[in-house]
């Protein structure tokens, strides 16, 4: 199921892009599946299918969440962001 997914800050200047869709019912799936298209950013932010210390993923713009496991609908929309960035 594709997610849409936003990236600010450091993610997105990995990444290049602000905006992009990713495939995963959960978190993790999600990152991963983010990883294999935008190395630069998987490298930097994540660790396999877990966010790097620093950064956090906005769940439609609702809650933080950090948890590889958590659930993921189709219509969700996540913003990856430096911790700093966001205020966390």
Do not use: H, K
Not at 8 to 18: D, K, N, Q, S, V
Not at 44 to 69: I, K, M, W
């Amino acid at each position: 199921m594709s997610i849409r997914v936003e990236l600010f800050g450091i993610p997105r200047e990995r990444a290049g892009i602000a905006e992009t869709t990713a495939e995963g019912s959960r978190l993790g799936e999600v990152l991963l599946d983010l990883a294999r298209r935008y190395p630069r950013l998987g490298e930097t932010c994540f660790e396999g299918g877990r966010l790097q210390a620093g950064y956090v993923v906005n769940l439609n713009g609702q809650r933080f969440v950090l948890d590889p496991a958590t659930e993921v609908q189709p219509g969700d929309s996540l913003l990856i962001l430096s911790a700093d960035a966001g205020g966390c």
